[in-house]
């Protein structure tokens, strides 16, 4: 259909023919109520709730973000603890904070107030110690003279793993070798027996 | 607050087939059509509370259903161009029983804008004014003017037929025949 192939009709004219001819004439069935998907959405009790679903999606992945967050957030302060004090053990977080406590209150004047910045550098100052120790005894582990720690598995570290054996294991060999010595010989002795040639 | 189930059933009843219409002019696949019109009622039926009473019921079921339709059209879009890009290299093979409905015209009308083939559809299928075509989409009627001069002249300019290649080329631009 051309706008231009037909004299004396402008667009609006078309238009109209196109949707009489094309759209109005299209054959609907009349729509009965009973077997549209709203109907059937109300009766099964809201199943087919695409938006509603979708929404709760959205919403619960908001909330796993959340949970994610204050996790991290809560996760942050104990490494910021851990940090502090030298230690992964939260036990030994509030022991550090009270003796640290204790410590700077016996320090304060009878009109001074404020134990905050005292028992921060306390903190601080036994995070640091314990942080050295572990760093220590880490080095000792890393250490090849040392004593191979229980720690050191896996295939690609090139350590042996485990304890060592207290005694070595297999038999000796019987035979000795040539450059084998013993205390009270110089030197080696000869072979038992030489082939004679024919 | 949900309407009474009687009532909406009548306005279902009552409405069904010109909003069904509707949307099959704008997407040109009577399936697809019937599918977002059952998903606008359903929409309507849940969000009956939202319906103002001093707008025709009629034009905001139209609302709905021409936002479903231009949502339809997006995803339609999308999966057309996963299409394409799977079909890279390979003939296309159309499926022989997928025939849109109107001829070039009505073609021409669905590769508009959508909000654009919206308003032509309700001025020139079901005659709206440009009042109740701004209550169905929900902006001004100046809006509705304009989107509607701007549909008609991309019609005009496409329905055109071409005219002869070489007297639209410039001479700059002609390629000399090969001999």
Known sequence: ?198 | MLPPGAEFDRLYEATYPRILRTLAAMLGDHAAAEDCTQDAYLKAFRSWHTWRQDAPVETWLHRIAINAAISYRRKRVLREVGEMVRRLGRPEQRDPTDHALGGDLLEELRRLPAKQAAAIVLRHLHGYSNREIAASLGVPESTVATRLMIAKRTLRARLRPAGPAISNTPVAWRVPPIE
């Open chain 1, 1 to 198: 259909m051309r706008t231009d192939g037909v004299a004396g009709h402008d667009l609006d004219e078309l238009l109209e023919r196109e949707f009489r001819r094309h759209i109005a004439g299209l054959r609907i069935p009349s729509p009965r109520a009973d077997q549209a998907t709203y109907r059937a959405v109300a009766t099964s009790g809201g199943k087919r709730m695409p938006l509603l679903s979708s929404l709760t999606a959205v919403a619960s992945s908001k909330a796993v973000i959340g949970l994610a967050t204050a996790a991290l957030v809560i996760g942050g302060g104990s490494v910021a603890a851990t940090a502090a004090t030298g230690s992964a053990n939260p036990a030994n977080w509030s022991k550090t904070v009270t003796d640290a406590m204790s410590s700077c209150k016996s320090r304060l004047g009878p009109d001074q107030h404020g134990i905050g910045h005292c028992v921060s550098a306390v903190a601080s100052q036994k995070g640091q110690q314990e942080r050295s120790q572990h760093a220590a005894s880490a080095a000792r582990q890393l250490d090849p003279a040392s004593t191979p720690s229980a720690h050191q598995t896996g295939a690609q570290s090139g350590h042996p793993t485990g304890a060592p054996a207290p005694h070595p294991t297999g038999r000796p060999t019987d035979v000795p070798t040539p450059h084998a010595t013993s205390p009270g010989h110089d030197h080696p002795t000869p072979p038992a027996a030489t082939p004679t040639p024919r």
